[in-house]
């Protein structure tokens, strides 16, 4: 049984390397709220995708704790992690479809995974593949959709299960301004419902776009949260 | 596009109750079916071991049919060269050992049949009067199996009676036979272990070409929380399906060479081969082969990809 928990993650002086290399991410420490939304900004190679890596438990920490709803993620044992993944939703840089799957079978595929029946998956995947424009898309192959039009089967199957947490490494790298700003609308309104989102970006006029949300920088390796935010967030009221 | 709501998964439908399974899990790995190598790499050895696996039973038959004839089986000669006395002796024989409990039916060979088993090698000069002379033989056939115990007892019987006789075990003869064919018993066992040990590693290599050709595809279901047994699942079905095709085809090409080998056999009409036809229950394992591949098949697929996924994150 996953504990429910105020803070939603927890990193504590977490460094990763690759190897024997040196560290990509090194000492670094926050905390993240429910219901919040963060973006996660630095320049290229700044370690972006390996703190999301170890998010979305992609990738074991070298040092440190990493708390995920609560429970130590870095000791736990790799039979319970898919539960702990089924609480996820995430949107990868490349989209990761599944090729020779259509639209439709890209976006009930984690619900198939969690174990629900066939006959209740078409409503819900039919309506997220018309919330992300695409219902006429359904049938259609990853190979035969535009950048854009991928890019939204991958956020539907993100959200599909109404994940508590979704991350989004670079969700909008791939697709024009106009598509950029319809995307952020769909992850607002996500996380109006109370998800949180963290969405990793090099684009620095996103961060305007949606208000009330915290950046987390990373520079070489390392976060910079110089006013405290991340790692003593402030209570909000409308959270959890 | 909307973005007011997103559509909401009720709470009660996300709860896990229908396992991940059949086509629409399957649908996650191409399939290539009969295109693939794999169903004829079972195929071939499927009709291996259905072939070897008979000719073992075959031959474990044969060895059971003979052992049961001849297991109570004696000969008694009586050498004396002097032709009245030969015939003096086994009249006497025969009547000494009618008595005796153990024995169960005795017939002196007549001279006729003698002479025609004879006849091949010793040709027609063997029945005149230049003929080799040939001992009187006895068949006795005794309760039970002819053991040294017995043949002492049958040899204490004839000593006073029949000096010039001889007591042999007609099993005895055939022990260099039964030995050979006892070695090749074990060898048709060994052969139908090596032919399973290979399907195995064929299924192995399959099995770790599929997972790695699906690498991407695996990452995606591990990442959005398939467990290992779902993964494991669906390549476990896929090559149960490419086994069960191949174990259907190698079963049909072992039948046909059976066929062909048992018209063969059948047509030497010899004694001993009449005992090597298989039976009923060897038919049904026979039949079962293809299943014990699949089975097989299956959980060395399943293994292997569990193996290989743990090594993932």
Redesign the interface.
Known sequence: MIERARDIVTFDNVGLRYGTDREVLSDVSFTLHPGSFYFLTGASGAGKTSLLKLLYLAQRPSRGVIRLFGTDTVTLPRKRLPAFRRRLGVVFQDFRLVPHLSAYDNVALPLRVSGVREGDIAKPVNDMLEWVGLSHRREARPATLSGGERQRVAIARAVIGRPDMLLADEPTGNVDPEMALKLLRLFEALNRLGTTVVVATHDVHLLRKVSGSMIMRLDKGRLSDPTGALRYPPRRENAG | ?????????KGS????????GGN??A??V?QARLAGPMPWVMAIMIALTVIAAAGGMALTNLTRGAQGELSGAVTVQILAAQPQEKARQADMAEKALAELPQVTGLRIVPQSELDELLEPWLGKSSTGDLAVPIPALIDVQLRGSASEGQLAELRAALTSVAPDARVDAQSGWLQPVFGAIEALQWLALALVAMLATISAAAVWLAARSALGSNR??I??????????A?IARIFQRSIGFDAAAGGAVGLAIGMVALSVLGSRFAALGSGLMANGGLRPLDWLVIAAIPFVGVAIAMLTARLTALAAL?RM?
């Open positions: 596009m909307s973005v007011e709501k997103p559509p909401v998964v439908t996300a709860k896990g109750i229908a396992r991940f629409r899990a649908a996650l191409p991407d595809t990452e995606i279901v591990h990442l959005l929380g398939g467990t290992d779902q743990r994150l």
